[in-house]
């Protein structure tokens, strides 16, 4: 065969071969191995942003939980904002995904196009957060965290340290997440019913940090200023917030970890870290890792079958009342 015809053979096998994969590919088929995988599954995700390394870990979790159950996602980032999350959703439904899922920044403002979601036929999971709604039906279940529980578990903490230290009195204060939203509104109620019968206790201020570091660091910077030396704890609602908080305290002479308690929420490697240099006293974990179960009840959804209304995963608390150097990688 002459080198022309050769070359020619050679593109043309490459053309099949391509053609053949990018099929494979949409179809959803480079993993065949999970059993319970569904390649004909179409998934709407609107995820909130990348504001933490928690969103972060989750995004990546359920991007390699859609590959591994052979699910097509459609991903949409909101960039922190609801209005880009409603067109999301909505784009999902002209788009006659199978299942829409989405991680609800704030509580309210949702009825309108779940509605139109629900008038679709398109079952909706909720991830990470919850909404509030006086309708029935809009949704069908809830993945994430029980984050009153991590509250409570975070003011757990700090009473058996208050005992430990001996103290008398307690001025705390609160960084909270962004407003209204299902994590701020449940680690703060959490928290407040776990440290309410305790006398010693006092919240100077809960002021909003919107889960981000700059906001964070602001917010400690504020609350130096208003309340000096006088602040024995802060508790902060996700660790993006406590990193962001630290430097500050430190710029105003303070050792966070030994002059001021700290108390974090999520878990990340960069928190867990700085927990084991003692800059940090207790971390509660929440878990980003939420992909398995949203795709085994995306595809359960799509059969038809019943669900679980409500999945929380297994959480734990690292602190100073453990050997923080066996707290093994968290991966995020
Ligand atoms: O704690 C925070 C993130 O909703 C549980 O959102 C999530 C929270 C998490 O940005 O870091």
């Known amino acids: 065969m002459g080198t022309v015809k050769k070359g020619l053979l050679k593109r043309i096998l490459c053309t099949a071969l391509g053609l053949i994969m990018s099929f494979m590919m949409f179809a959803g088929c480079t993993k065949g191995s999970n059993q319970e995988s569904d390649s004909s599954l179409i998934l709407g995700f609107s995820q909130i942003g990348s504001e933490s390394a928690w969103r972060i870990g989750n995004t990546k979790d359920i991007e390699d939980q859609a590959q591994n159950y052979g699910v097509n996602l459609m991903f949409e980032n909101a960039n922190q904002k609801q209005e880009n999350q409603i067109a999301a959703i909505r784009r999902f439904i ?8 989405f991680s ?9 196009v779940l509605t139109e979601a629900k008038d679709a036929g398109i079952p909706v999971i909720l991830v990470d957060r919850d909404i509030s709604t006086q309708k029935e039906g809009l949704t069908t279940c809830l993945i994430g965290a029980d984050f009153y529980n991590e509250g409570v578990m975070a003011g757990e903490y700090l009473i058996r340290k208050a005992d430990s230290l001996g103290l008398e009195h307690v001025n705390i204060v609160e960084i909270t997440g962004t407003e ?8 703060q109620a959490g928290f407040a019913d776990a440290i309410a019968n305790d006398s010693r206790m006092t919240v100077l201020e809960s002021i909003d940090g919107d889960f981000l570091k700059s906001r964070g660091a602001e917010c400690m ?7 000096g030396d006088s602040i024995d704890v802060i508790y902060s609602h996700n660790d993006e917030m406590t990193l962001g908080a630290l430097p500050e305290i430190e710029k105003a002479g303070f050792a966070p970890g030994k002059d001021i308690i700290i108390i ?5 490697q960069e928190a867990i870290d700085v927990l084991k240099e003692g ?6 974990e929440c878990t980003p890792k939420l992909g398995k179960e949203v795709m085994e009840t995306a595809i359960k959804l799509k059969a038809g079958e019943e669900v679980n209304e409500v999945i929380h995963p297994v959480e734990q608390v690292f602190s ?11 991966g995020y």
């Open 264 to 268: 974090s929420i999520d878990g990340g």
């Open 104 to 112: 609800p920044i704030v509580e309210e403002g949702w009825d309108n």
């Open 94 to 101: 002209a788009y006659k995904v199978d299942v829409i899922a």
């Open 320 to 330: 100073d009342e453990q050997d923080t150097s066996k707290i093994p990688d968290r």
């Open 180 to 187: 209204n939203s299902t994590p701020m509104r449940q680690r």
């Open 221 to 227: 910077r504020y609350l130096l200023d208003t309340y």
């Open 279 to 284: 800059r940090i006293n207790c971390v509660v």
